[in-house]
Nanobody, 125 residues
Framework: VQLQAYGGGLVQAGDSLRLSCAASGLAGNSVTRGWFRQAPGREREFVAGIRWSGGNLYYADSVKGRFTISRDLAKSTIYLYMNNLKPEDTAVYYC???????????????????WGQGTQVTVSS
């Protein structure tokens, strides 16, 4: 399994940004894909997830209403649309994938098996 994330950058508070993550080697109806982020000195935290089959969506409370996760089945790619960015959104963003997650486990970092390289998002005030 390979996950390739891209799309980070330096933006100002209130701006928008889109992250993308392409995957290869993933198959199966129970796949969930998503995004985590890690700010300096902090643990990696769940941001958003999407069930590949069915499209169930999951969000961290801190990004609800501002971030949207979506998928392109044909391209095997997920996207994270980030609107109204805040300085506290500054972090390295990682895409990830896992099998067999449910709503009660999707935010548990230890449940995710596959990780892409990170992409830096910096939001200036």
């Amino acid at each position: 399994v390979q996950l390739q994330a891209y799309g980070g950058g330096l933006v100002q508070a209130g701006d928008s940004l889109r992250l993308s993550c392409a995957a290869s080697g993933l198959a199966g109806n129970s796949v969930t894909r998503g995004w985590f982020r890690q700010a300096p000195g902090r643990e990696r935290e769940f941001v958003a997830g999407i069930r590949w089959s069915g499209g169930n969506l999951y969000y961290a409370d801190s990004v609800k209403g501002r971030f949207t996760i979506s998928r392109d089945l044909a391209k095997s790619t997920i996207y994270l649309y980030m609107n109204n960015l805040k300085p506290e959104d500054t972090a390295v963003y990682y895409c990830a994938a896992a099998f067999g997650l449910i709503a009660s486990t999707v935010k548990d970092r230890g449940r995710w098996s596959y990780w892409g390289q990170g992409t830096q998002v910096t939001v200036s005030s």
